[in-house]
């Protein structure tokens, strides 16, 4: 069975402190993709990065980034220089071969305050 | 860039009444799918379509739901006879691939229907 763990249920930072989101996944797949995606106040859910379990290069994106250690089965997301705009439920999910669906962690709210 | 587009963006009802929910998935994009997400809770998949068929169903997919691409554009979500559990926030999302990977970007998500049973 596959399984995501986002421990941190909400953290609070003050504005330009860095931050990192914790991401535990389980499966038994050796073929499988990790998303992130940030669920803002207004509802949406946008995607923030796939990875693919060949492939445990750590991203960069401006001020995100991601780690991904396939021997700890983490991946975990840092914002630098957090921002009020990053204030938002962050979402760690899994996707694995032969199935349909995407399985979520049950997410992180993170508080930015100015 | 392209968007999944939901309709409407909340619904109220009435416990009992049948309820349908929209979606307009990208236009080149061959696999459907609909999540929901109890308030404040994780989002949880529901069912996935591909070529014009169920390709995979939750438990909490029973059969009070169905869904149906009755056109080449649209993605329906049907709830028979609501109950009050079935408040919650319903995604719709597609993808150019199969899962795992989703193709190019992923899934794309809509921004979801707020459903409300009073």
């Known amino acids: 069975a596959q399984k995501v763990t986002q421990a941190q249920t909400e953290i609070s930072v003050v504005e330009k402190e860095d931050v990192t989101l914790d991401c535990v996944y389980e499966?038994?797949?050796?073929?499988?993709?990790l998303f992130w995606y940030k669920q803002p106040p207004s509802g949406e859910l946008v995607f923030l990065i796939r990875?693919?379990?060949?492939?445990?290069q750590n991203e960069i994106s401006g001020r995100y980034s991601w780690n991904f250690q396939k021997s700890t089965s983490s991946f975990n997301f840092t914002i630098t220089a957090s921002q009020v705009v990053d204030s938002a439920v962050y979402f760690c999910?899994?996707?694995?071969?032969?199935?349909?669906?995407?399985?979520f962690g049950a997410g992180t709210r993170l508080f930015v305050k100015a | 860039e392209p968007e999944v587009t939901q309709t409407p963006s909340h619904q109220v009802t009435q416990m009992g009444q049948e309820v349908i929910l929209r979606c307009v998935p990208i236009?080149?994009?061959?696999?459907f799918y609909w999540y929901r997400q109890i308030l404040g809770q994780k989002v949880e998949f529901l069912v996935s379509?591909?070529?014009?068929?169920?390709?995979?169903k939750s438990e909490i997919f029973d059969d009070q739901f169905s869904v149906e691409r009755p056109d080449g554009s649209n993605f329906t979500l049907k709830i028979r006879s609501t109950k009050l559990e079935d408040s919650a926030m319903y995604f719709c999302?597609?993808?150019?691939?199969?899962?795992?990977?989703?193709?190019?970007?992923?899934?794309?998500f809509g921004s979801g229907t707020r459903l409300t049973v009073v």
């Open positions: 236009s080149n994009h061959l696999y």
């Open positions: 999302a597609s993808s150019e691939t199969a899962p795992p990977m989703g193709g190019r970007y992923g899934y794309t």
């Open positions: 499966t038994r797949d050796t073929t499988y993709y």
């Open positions: 999910a899994l996707s694995v071969t032969g199935g349909f669906k995407t399985i």
């Open positions: 990875r693919n379990s060949f492939d445990e």
């Open positions: 379509f591909y070529n014009n068929e169920i390709s995979e």
